[in-house]
């Protein structure tokens, strides 16, 4: 731990994995991907496995339970489903005629093996508390996923929100910490269908992703990453000519995600989980249903057209229209990239904002800030991946409003570089001191450490407990609690504890 970064901060050490960290969860021959369960809607969940079959077989039928109890006394739900080749032997059920809010648990058997057994959880109707784990960009080359494996050992989690770069596309030693020995497979950078299908398969064999995977359910959306650096409709940054078509790459990507996160398939990626009268959790896709391209800086002439945009039309109306229907409590927006102004000229003055976040489509984030304004939507929760940094904002959109109309908790990083992987500590704490004196809105940034924040939901307040964990460079089982925000039902502003 680096104890200049952080002070009177108690080290919380939860019990140990019973694995090494890069040894899978089963050591089956058949279920070697663990199990996963998410999309947990009031009466349904998706539960998944892969199956790894001999080379000769070309489909696998596949049993599967769900039970009220870890030791399956009580099964509830049961059928059979055969996997193809065709999606990569992987086995996704929408289980149906569940409870809300209720815990079970699941497996699988093929080809006479059984699977570890997951617990997930349906999305309650009547709760006083909801708790979410939020995470954002794990990459495999840059350490040990101890944040996941310390979500895991939670209890009473509704679901683990996952904000995008689950995975990233490059080859090894481009983007990451080769001394470790966690080195990208395949070596090369990912474009094929069996490219990032391969990627999947690596990640998914670390066992603290198949630990917080078996553990919670996983409501998740992609950022860039998971197609290719700073993506957006119609291309990215990291695809070159030489590359082939990126329409067939993105198919590709968009394919091998569907297989291999648990989430319905034939639905858009943006799409909502009601947690009854407490919450309203919107995802959106900021990369490939109707980004522009971003531009290079706000010299540009088109930098204030109002035909640049983020979401695209359908999903704008699709966010507003459920902004201004919501009848619950919070409004929590899954959202990849920082919506917040926030000015960086005090870092860099050639470049005051990051064009490829909010502040790059101004247009259309002040529409959908008016639309909060105009509508008094109170109790707007943004809770934002990408930088690999923690921010905490009392959410300000210049010529929208003076006050705050919304609050943003910026997770960091599970373990993917961020800025002290870069630059001596002290550099990085005037760093953050830059960002704050050129941003009063912002109550908390932290731009050294790599973990998750738990948001914590009530009728009256909602609180957001920022978690770092003590090392990426090998397992570790400790953590620290950070930092603490609150914000109470009605007030769009943070107060520290």
Not at 432 to 447: R, S, V
Request: with cysteine; net charge negative; hydrophobic share 35%.
């Amino acid at each position: 731990m680096k104890t200049t970064l952080i002070s009177a901060v108690a080290i919380v050490c939860l019990f140990a994995c019973t694995t090494k960290a890069d040894e899978p969860q089963t050591q089956s021959s058949i279920f070697q991907h663990g199990v996963a369960s998410g999309d947990p809607l009031n009466d349904r969940v998706i539960i998944w496995t892969k199956i790894t079959p001999p080379d000769s077989v070309s489909s696998v039928e596949v049993d599967w339970e769900v039970a009220t109890d870890s030791a399956f006394n009580g099964i509830l739900k049961y059928g059979k489903y055969t996997t193809v080749g065709d999606r990569d032997f992987t086995v996704k059920i929408d289980v149906k005629g569940l409870n809300p809010g209720t815990k079970y648990h699941y497996r699988f058997r093929a080809l006479g093996e059984t699977s570890t057994h997951g617990q997930t959880k349906t999305a309650s109707l009547y709760t006083d508390q909801l708790v979410f784990a939020v995470v954002s960009c794990s990459n495999y080359e840059w350490g040990y996923f101890n944040a996941y494996g310390r979500i895991a050992d939670r209890q009473n989690i509704d679901a683990v929100i996952h904000l995008g770069d689950y995975i990233y596309e490059y080859g090894v030693g481009v983007y990451g910490d080769t001394t470790l020995g966690r080195l990208n497979d395949p070596p090369k950078e990912i474009i094929t269908l069996d490219d990032y299908r391969t990627r999947y398969s690596l990640y998914r064999k670390d066992v603290d992703l198949q630990r917080v995977h078996a553990a919670h359910p996983f409501i998740v959306i992609w950022d860039d990453h998971e197609i290719a650096n700073n993506s957006y409709k119609t291309g990215a940054q990291n695809h070159q000519d030489d590359e082939g078509s990126y329409e067939a790459r993105k198919e590709a990507a968009r394919k091998a995600y569907y297989e291999w996160m648990p989430i319905r398939e034939g639905q858009k990626l943006y799409r909502k989980f009601s947690f009854g009268e407490m919450a309203d959790v919107l995802m959106l896709d900021e990369r490939l249903e109707g980004r522009s391209k971003q531009l290079d800086n706000m010299n540009d002439p088109e930098y204030e057209s109002e035909a640049r945009s983020m979401l695209g039309e359908e999903q704008f109306e699709w966010l507003t229209n459920n902004l201004k229907s919501s009848t619950a409590k919070w409004k929590i927006i899954g959202n990849q990239v920082i919506f917040s102004d926030l000015n960086r000229g005090l870092l860099f003055p050639n470049q005051p904002k990051n064009m490829d976040s909010w502040d790059g489509y101004p247009a259309e984030k002040r529409a959908i800030a008016r639309q909060i304004v105009e509508n008094d939507i109170k109790n707007v929760v943004w809770i934002t991946g990408d930088t690999h940094a923690s921010w905490v904002f009392d959410t300000r959109v210049a010529g929208v409003s003076d006050e705050p109309i919304a609050v943003e908790f910026g997770v960091t990083s599970v373990n993917s570089a961020n800025y002290d992987e870069r630059a001596s500590i002290d550099t990085v704490r005037m760093a953050e001191q830059l960002y704050m004196k050129g941003n009063p809105h912002l109550k908390y940034n932290n731009l050294a450490n790599h973990g998750y924040v738990l948001l914590s939901l009530k009728s009256d307040q909602a609180k957001a407990e920022y978690y770092f964990v003590e090392t990426v460079k090998e397992p570790s089982d400790l953590e620290n609690l950070s930092y603490e925000a609150y914000v109470k039902a009605g007030v769009s502003k943070v107060t520290p504890k």
